[in-house]
């Protein structure tokens, strides 16, 4: 085998490597997968700079933040789940422009059922957003008489997005 | 103390006074937008609706939604003050309120300067004499008394919480003006409607702005036809509050009409559901702020072809009945089929919409005969005047239509198609202004015109009407006039996995959670390189058919999921670091082919010293 080739197998050995070590390597903030609340949903990724997101990763606590250096990892307690929701007014339509979309409720009292039983008591951020520590099970979160059922399991960390009024644009 | 313990002091002081006026910069800010700023902090502290000055009032959602970001760095008796800015309904500066005649109503109003109606636009628009605000709110309340007795008469369920409250300002939506919003407030079950809720209304306070177009439509006409839609709205509330909005936005939009036949402002929207430029419009897309507006002419068509407007009642009785899945909006879709199938309409959603489709093109309205001339044509996709025309495909959402014609030519017609089976289609005639149906050839596969020749081009013509009329998306159809129409496929029935948050089956069990950074990698290059093009579709639902069960293997045995995590890292790689990916997949295929010219030489010297 000439030089050359040994010397091109040598690198790209090497370049797989390396490859291979980045995509194992966990740096902190690759621990945390990152999802923001897009009208409908929780959904995967990175909002718009400064717009909330939660950090999620599981056995920790999830993190509603607005920037990724600011994230602060607590653990949960042992045998816990968590769920992390928004409170927030859905709209729909607009003749004149479409209008839909969502407005987050902020400073909303939030309460957690288990059966007809407070279990936990929350309220919004000034984002809309809360997050709440639970026993595994199954829950109704209520906030302004509105209701979502939602079960939580150990070290997971659930959605609930809680529709807490509905708005009719024209 | 020394000059740079005083400068120190003095920056101190100076830092913190800086401070302070930013915070009540802030606070004076938003009390002022509401209309809650008063004279001095003290006062503010101790705010009382006595110290309430009468300032221009902004009640709208953006501020609010601005008030909201801002909460945490305004001053705890700031927040208190404005607490009851963010509770709905809203807050009007100086505020007065009319009971409507019927008693059925409370018109509010802001009688600040520019919170009040502008009595002088609304007399010049309208020809009226008004000479108050009190006036007008009092003509505002006989109109909701003129809707809320139509609604009566026609048997629905009046909202419950009534004297109903009607707010006049200037609700305002991303920025921009609007007719008027009906929101929740709380829930009021009953035995006959569980899940009712009640609400309230916010109008435009004049409808004098020129986005009302107040020359066409006079600020009377405006308030009539956004009274009947609002509040429509708020008996669809107390019908059921977990209604689907978009047969909510074309019932209210078909009762504008209804209520008020001479304002005619409904038939505007038409063109969004009906002139549509290429990809055809589903009459049960969830779409926001367009084209559910126009789709309200489905519902003349329903009332037209059960000769009463009770038929769409009976969709909003029904769904009263249906109890939401953990507080999510209830699909109207199976609520209007059920309807329809039910005595005394004995009908379907499939049946209804095909007679829609046919009148849409013969245009046999039968009520409202005078407003005829406002119903557009729909949009033809093709226009063909050279033969033969060939095969061309169309996919068609979930009941969707098109439109294509053929302009007679000096030879016979036959168009021939290939359908999947949730595609109906028919051929129209029109001769000299007259409508017929081609009948199908045998088979039912084509239609023949045999007198297309003779038809005259300029006033004659053939059209074809294919729609999807199912609910499921995707149905195809390909027709061609030299009878070799192209080959159609089936919709893929998802299974659930597959796009818009679905779960990648195998990457989800091999790294054990669909919250896991790799899956949601793999998610995001699937949403956004490959649910985007044709190819990475098919390979998507090629994927979701096959993967479901050898993710269930997987998730089933811990020891297979690290040997499929570092199957998987390649694709991962590649997905992450896509230039380094094509580097070493470029550097691999060079060194491959310089291996392969190599070990063709050594073959070549061996074969030469031989």
Redesign the interface.
Known sequence: MSSGLRFCLVALTVALTCLTAHAFAKKPLELWSFFYYDGTAFVAGRPAPLTPFVAVRDGFLPVVETREERITEVKMPEGTGALVGICYVQSHGGKLQASGGYDPVPMLPVQVLSGDKAVAAAQSDSNGYFVVNLPPGTYRISGNNRFTEVTVAKGKVIFAPLRVGKRMVD | MGKCCKLLVALAILVLTSSQCVAASLDDYYLEAFGLKTDTILAKALLDVQFVEAKPVKCN?DL??SL?????NLESSTQAAL?TV?D?PPVLAAPAIVISSGGHFRIHYSTTVDGAPDLAAINKYTGLNLASYDAWASMVGDIFETVYNYYVQHGYHMPPALPYDVYMHTPI??G?????????L??VPSASYPHA?SSFIEVNKDFTAD?FQPTIYTPLQNMEV?AA??FH?AVQ?GYN?FFD?WY??MT?TWFEDEVYDDVNQSYE?LDSYLLYQTNAVSLTAPR???T??GRWIFNRSLAEEHNTVDVVRSIWERLAKVSPL??ADINMVPVIEASLHAAPYNSSLATDFWTFLKKLYTRDWTTHPADLARIIPPTMLGNYNAYPVPSHTVILPSYSFAFYRFIPSSQPLTVTLNKTSGIQATLFKKVNGAFSEVPPDAGGNSFTVSDFATMNALTDEVVLLVANTTTLDGHQVSFSTDGSPSAVSSPVVSSGGGGG?GGCFIATAAYG?Y???KV?EL??FRDHYLLTNAPGRLFVAAYYRLSPPIADVIARHEWMKSGVRCLL?PL??AV??PA??L??LL??VV?GL??GV?FLKGRAREAAAA
């Open positions: 959602t609010k939604h909201r970001r801002d909460w945490n607490k963010l709905t939506r991303s921009r003006l609007v007719y008027g919003l009906t929101s929740d709380n829930p809720f986005v956004t839609h609002e709205h509330f509050g909005y909510a936005e209210s929207y926001d702020g367009a559910e507006y953990n507080s948050g959670s919250l896991h950074p949601a998610r995001a890292l991962i790689l992450e670091h380094a990916a580097g070493v550097l691999v060194l310089r291996q190599v």
